[in-house]
């Protein structure tokens, strides 16, 4: 009895022995156990799981560190294996990237994939950009996200909700201020016109910056005659005789002032501009702009009168006007003066009288002298005068010059009426 007790005692001693061993090995055990599960706390009954997580950070002092951790537990059913390796860089960029794999024996089977790169940069400009596809099956479900985040700001902003975009360019051209308008140059071409016709115009604007730009169809127009002439474009038209002043206006500018004679041309004669009856009249011989001898009143009297007519009827009244002059000028000198005086009507009298019997062409069908002595002495003053110069004449005898002499009475050239 004693040996049999001997021999449990011994057994159990050995037990013991074996025991703490045991216990000795479990407990190194259980501490992997719970590194593992601080890592990943993951307990599957009759599963397999993996994890590979890997984290980088950048230190701008260029410091690494890593840590590589590789347990292995196997229980009774399963393996867990953990690898993990970490390198920690401080940084203003941070880039992580987690892989997970899990697999679960059981009624489903999950299978999740995350990808995520992060990309944080401290400056103006951020881009973040959001993509993401999501598949799910009720037994089998696959997860996929794919995230990509890109932001802009401050200044340029790029918003992605389902593939939308906006931005902005802080460089686009913005509106110009136009510059200050100094000055208006107003020119024409000619500035003498006959009446009817038409000549340029131009406006050239003047900028405070140095530039310039033609502004005519841009001005107002000021005249001192707005009947005078019309302006269309860069053309102007005249419209009646007269002498002006021209100038344009710009906004609160206006240009330099340009006269501009507007005249009437007959027979290609320029006549001088219509005397101010006033000022004409209150003197005896009146106003003769072009100094030819003849008051402008009667000059221009006697070219609307016979421009229709053969041009000898404007050379015979023109030469009876400055006959007439000297009447007004030196009546007393009324016998001196006489056949100068009455040498317009011998010359009127041999081309509607006498040219035919010498063989020459009939031009003249009417006195032309008479009219104008009307129109020359229109004033009384002017009419006292003439009949002073006829008083002095009255009582004398005064011979009639010979037929083929009364020819030699025109002051002008006749041989270029002469076929």
Known sequence: ?????????????????????????????????????????????????????????????????????????????????????????????????????????????????????????????????????????????????????????????????????????????????PSTLKSIQLTLTDNRLNVGTQTTVKAIAAYADRSSKDVTNEVVWISSDADALTITDHKLQTKKETNIILKAKLNSITSNAVALEIYRSING??????????????????????????????????????????????????QAGRAYKQVLETPERAKEIRETVNAPYFCGSYYENYAKFLNESVLVHERIDSPVNSKYFNTKERSDVYWQYDTLLSGGSYPLPKIRKMKSFCDFNTSKYEE
Do not use: Q
């Open 1 to 177: 009895m004693l040996k049999y007790k001997a021999l449990y005692f011994s057994a159990f001693l050995m037990i013991l022995v074996l025991f703490g061993g045991c216990s000795r090995s479990d407990g190194s055990s259980t501490s992997e156990l719970t590194s593992i599960e601080d890592v990943n706390k993951s307990v599957v009954a009759d599963s397999n799981t993996t994890s590979d997580d890997n984290v980088t950070t950048e230190n701008s002092d260029d410091i690494d560190v890593t840590t590589d951790v590789n347990t292995t537990e196997r229980s009774a059913d399963g393996d867990v294996s953990v690898d993990e390796n970490a390198i920690v860089d401080n940084s203003d960029e941070v880039n992580t990237t987690t892989n997970e794999n899990t697999t679960v024996d059981g009624h489903d089977v999950v299978n999740a994939v995350t990808d995520v790169n992060s990309t944080e940069e401290t400056s103006n400009d951020i881009n973040t950009t959001v993509t993401e596809n999501t598949t799910e099956n009720s037994d089998d479900v696959n997860v996929a996200v794919d995230e990509n985040v890109t932001t802009e700001s401050p200044d340029d902003l790029n918003a992605t909700e389902e593939n939308a975009t906006v931005s902005t360019d802080i460089n686009a051209s913005l509106p110009t201020t």
């Open 269 to 318: 004669h320029i006549l001088p501009p219509e005397p101010d009856p006033k000022i004409n009249n209150a003197t005896l011989l009146g106003i003769d702009s072009n100094n030819n001898d003849v008051r402008d009143d009667v000059e221009r009297w006697i070219y609307k009168k016979y421009k229709d007519k053969h041009p000898i009827y404007i050379d015979i009244a023109m």
